[in-house]
């Protein structure tokens, strides 16, 4: 084992990720299966909200992988603009429709648990509102990776788009709060705080989270490896062209 | 800089230029929204920040396409990137001229289309003063969506996807400011947090632009 920069070697990853997806995608779906069952069919109603507070297995690791997805991207683009590793680019480019299909589970099963408790599906509250924004940034990344057929410039475009992206998506997020107070409850999993969720729902939504970080990276290194053999593909096509 | 500030100006006065067309999407907005909602005094004056300000951004982002697609296509771009004037002041020229000719026209004609939206009296100070801060944004980050899509067919539609999102903060600031401005409420924290994305915006991504442009014209 070296630096990490030897899995920058697209011939070192897929002999490495061949190894390890099998793995971490049986592990993501014994946690999901362990977690979600645990969360749906072994833990008591809440008090208030009844049984739809169950929705918290699927809500709170999607919207955790929504933002995380694109913090990955910020570092993956920013290592293709300094380094110029192409796994980099592509996983980048794999992880962005995992993150697209993160914001809109969020926003769905947002949408689903806010009518019975709040009595509406949609309300203009900051955290609502940013996602939404952050989901119109996971369209324009995919559109614009789509739009362009040299692979080095959409790389290239797609990373500055990834970084102005984040600052903006950033201001976006407290720009929205000064516009409009909030429906959406606080942060109630946060290690330093004393007004947590109870026990009995915070360790079926530990093994979830886990659950969807490791079926985050399953899904990031198989569309990752379709792409690198997509692009193997397109240079022995070429090259048989030109033959 | 100045010689290629006056070239611009001079392509988008001159006929097929496309001068009037933010200004006339502008126009058409505000006077077919009484239509959509009624002419009630109080509905209208109540929304007429919101829609003065989204019918000014919809105006931007309508014109936007034509700040380096047409460049690009005769191979001016080309011609300008190799003169010695730095990619980055280029974006900024693009961006000041693309204000000149659709975000001052803008921020002029706010205070008349307000009169028809019929906009509190304390409002039109405060809707001017928060266009005239926010359009410059508009214009610098378009130039971003512009430079970033110069090199794509038909980029109209991914270039608004891209710039929308990019234009909720300055939107939302301005937009307050305009709405606290005509309900006499104090403007002066949205006002101050608008100068700041524009002046953020101005320093910052035309070097961003630059880049993209970069790329584009490899």
Redesign the interface.
């Known amino acids: 084992m070296g630096s990490i920069w030897e899995y920058a070697n697209p011939r070192k990853f897929m002999a490495t990720t061949d190894v390890v997806l099998p793995w971490v995608a049986a592990l993501a779906g014994i946690a999901l299966v362990v977690g979600l069952a645990w969360g749906f069919f072994l833990t008591p109603d809440d008090y208030r909200q009844g049984s739809t507070v169950k929705i918290i297995y699927l809500h709170v690791p999607s919207a955790l992988m929504a933002i995380n997805t694109w913090l990955m991207m910020l570092v993956a683009s920013l290592i293709w603009l300094v380094r110029r590793h192409h796994v980099s680019a592509l996983a980048a480019r794999a992880a962005a429709p995992v993150g697209a299909v993160m914001t809109l589970i969020a926003l769905v099963t947002g949408a689903i648990w806010g009518q019975p408790m709040w009595g509406t599906w949609w309300a203009w509250d900051p955290r609502l509102t940013s996602f939404l ?1 952050l989901f ?2 996971y ?2 990344y995919i ?2 990776w789509a ?2 057929d040299n692979d080095d ?1 959409a790389a ?2 797609t990373s ?2 990834c ?3 984040s600052v ?2 950033i ?2 997020r407290y ?2 709060n ?2 409009n107070q909030g429906l959406h409850q606080g942060a109630s999993l946060s290690l330093d705080k004393e007004e947590n969720v109870a026990d009995v729902f915070y360790q079926p939504l530990l093994v979830c989270i886990a659950g969807f970080v490791l079926l985050f990276l399953a899904l990031v290194l198989l569309r990752t490896r379709t792409e690198i053999r997509a692009r193997r593909m397109r240079a022995l096509l070429a090259r048989e062209r030109m033959g | 800089m100045s010689a290629l500030l006056l070239r611009d100006l001079r392509l988008a006065f001159r006929a097929g230029g496309g001068f009037g067309l933010g200004l006339a999407f502008f126009l058409i907005v505000t006077v077919l929204v009484p239509f959509a909602v009624g002419p009630e005094t109080a509905l209208l004056s109540r929304i007429a920040p919101g829609i003065l300000w989204l019918g000014a951004l919809l105006a931007c982002l309508l014109s936007l396409d034509r700040i380096l697609a047409l460049d690009f296509e005769d191979g001016s771009l080309d011609l300008i990137a190799t003169a010695p004037l730095p990619l980055e002041a280029v974006a900024v020229v693009k961006a000041l001229a693309h204000w000149l000719t659709t975000g001052l026209p803008l921020v002029l004609a706010a205070p008349v289309l307000g009169l028809l939206m019929s906009l509190p009296g304390p409002g039109y100070l405060w809707l001017t003063l928060s266009l005239a801060l926010g359009t410059p944004a508009l214009s610098v980050i378009g130039t971003f969506g512009a430079a970033l899509t110069v090199g794509i067919k038909r980029g109209g539609l991914l270039l608004s996807l891209l710039v929308l999102p990019l234009y909720v903060p300055t939107l939302i600031f301005g937009a307050e400011v305009a709405r606290r401005g005509a309900q006499g409420l104090d403007p002066q924290a949205p006002l101050l947090l608008l100068a700041g994305i524009t002046c953020g915006t101005i320093a910052l991504l035309p070097f961003a632009s630059a880049a993209v442009l970069r790329v584009n014209l490899r």
Do not use: K, Y
């Open positions: 924004i119109l940034f369209l324009g559109a614009l739009a362009i410039a290239d475009l500055v788009l970084i102005v992206g903006f998506a201001l976006s720009a929205v000064f516009w």
